[in-house]
């Protein structure tokens, strides 16, 4: 078996279907391979995507089938599990303020050790398993982040959460010619310090991949979750929200659940500053990247500029 073959296997999209239905899945692409032709994609990967063996695999066919097709994806991971685990691993302890992992200087070293010698190295190797395009690269190298402290408010009060940031500038130039050498860029979310560079942030990865995306000029920001998109009246499942408005999504930002509000604030900060499409998608399926990207209705949340809102089910306003 040729590694095409084996490729599309991996897929296992058409061997329930006859020949019709196989060409009309692939003449359902046409249009958005037309579209996308040539353009960026920055995907947040997390959640269930990167725990699941399975969903790791498909997640890594998804970035290789976009970039052979002409689409350039982008990758930015965090790393919140596999960063628990081994701190747990080493005896050391950790908590969190208002969602925020507090990030002591060994915590840290953690934190840097787990992102890019454990994550990004995994990624890399289940992309260039079918051709060697990945690469992986921190948000140390060349500049690419930079990030003062963080210091997040509660009842009027600043608090100390140690060594975690706020990304501030974006240099993309060596993510730029990963992407004009034909490769796909595999980011770490963690960033020097603007001021002093021999201080190192734990970054959050939704907020990363939103600058990102913004630097790069992408069309598409996609961010993996566990759950199948935005509800707009949590936890009636039956009431995910299929296309909302940026501005109608901001009057909804107070009401969100603790989870979900960095994911939009990313969404909203790369639509403000002109990514066309921000996608909220379940990283629970199986190549919901490719989902999103070539199907007729896409799937999870999609957000554009505007005030419009639109249920799953049809209902709008």
Not at 136 to 155: Q, Y
Request: with cysteine; hydrophobic share 40%.
């Amino acid at each position: 078996m040729s590694e095409y073959e084996q490729f599309c296997c991996g897929l296992d999209v058409h061997n329930d279907l006859n020949s019709r239905q196989k060409a009309e899945v692939l003449m359902e692409m046409l249009p958005w391979l037309q579209e996308f032709a040539g353009r960026r994609v920055v995907i947040k990967y997390g959640g269930n995507a990167m725990i699941n063996d399975e969903l790791k695999k498909c997640f890594a066919q998804d970035m290789v089938f976009l970039r052979q097709v002409g689409i350039y994806p982008i990758v930015v991971h965090g790393g919140g599990p596999q960063i628990s685990a081994m701190l747990q691993q080493l005896g050391i302890e950790t908590e969190f303020k208002e969602g925020f992992r507090v990030t002591t200087p060994e915590v840290m070293n953690v934190v840097r050790m787990v992102l890019t010698g454990q994550v990004s190295r995994e990624l890399v190797g289940l992309i260039n398993a079918h051709k060697s395009y990945a690469v992986g690269v921190s948000g140390e190298d060349g500049g690419l982040f930079s990030a003062v402290k963080k210091m997040p408010v509660v009842n009027s009060q600043p608090q100390d959460i140690g060594l975690v940031g706020d990304i501030v500038d974006v240099d993309a130039s060596a993510v730029e010619d990963l992407i004009t050498a034909g490769r796909i860029p595999v980011v770490s979310s963690v960033a020097p310090g603007k001021n002093d560079a021999t201080e190192v942030y734990n970054v959050n990865a939704d907020c990363a991949a939103a600058a990102l995306a913004t630097a790069v000029g992408a069309e598409k920001l996609i961010i993996l979750t566990d759950v199948e998109g935005l509800y707009a009246n949590w936890p009636d499942k039956s009431s995910v929200v299929s296309c909302i408005g940026s501005e109608k999504l901001r009057k909804m930002l107070p009401e969100l659940q603790t989870g979900m509000r960095p994911k939009i604030e990313a969404c909203l900060k790369a639509i403000d500053e002109g990514v066309q499409y921000a996608h909220i998608i379940d990283g629970r399926e199986p190549h919901s990247v490719l989902n999103e990207i070539f199907t007729r209705n896409g799937i999870g949340t999609m957000i554009v500029s505007g005030n419009e809102m639109q249920m799953r089910n049809g209902c709008g306003e």
